[in-house]
């Protein structure tokens, strides 16, 4: 095994200070990601500040990214309710005419009936966007339940399979 000169060591306590990954500073020093581990712990330094910042961050991020996504409902939500209530309002058409353009305008007391349909696709469109984002909200929950269950169940297995090891036969 090579040893570390000393400027190696400082070129590592450099990065370390300066926030560069474990396997960033192996890789500029020419070291061996252990080593890296070693020196900064020796130093009195660690990587576990790092993790913790990145995974706060990460927490804060995935936070930020509900807010929206429920903000995001809302709009579609309120989208849909004010579609659906064009429905039974009176509305103004305007025809702007054939070669003469002559402009016509006039009012109804609803929207045509194709008008109606497609009133009605917005708003559903809207609605069911708004259900897939609940959805996906919710999944998450779901998927971290079942990760969490299948970890229980695999260490289970595994104390299970030590116990009957380490029992005698009779």
Request: aromatic share 4%.
């Amino acid at each position: 095994m090579a040893s570390i000169s000393d400027e190696q060591r400082e070129l590592i306590l450099s990065s370390h200070r300066n926030g560069l990954g474990r396997n960033a500073i192996a890789k500029i020093a020419g070291v061996s990601p252990g080593s890296v581990s070693s020196i900064v712990k020796a130093s009195g330094g660690s990587f576990g500040e790092r993790v913790q910042a990145m995974e706060q961050a990460t927490k804060t991020r995935k936070v930020e990214l509900a807010e929206k996504r429920s903000a995001l409902e809302l709009d579609l939500l309120n989208d849909a309710r004010r579609l659906r209530s064009l429905l039974w309002k009176p509305m103004t058409y305007i025809d702007h005419g054939g070669k003469e353009f002559t402009e016509v305008t006039w009012e109804q007391p609803t929207p045509s009936p194709s008008d109606q349909l497609k009133l009605m696709q917005a708003a559903g469109l809207a609605l069911d966007k708004s259900l897939r984002i609940t959805e996906a909200s919710s999944d998450q929950g779901v998927e971290q339940a079942k990760s969490m269950l299948a970890g229980l169940a695999e260490s289970l297995a595994s104390a299970w399979t030590q116990i009957q090891q380490t029992e005698e036969p009779q």
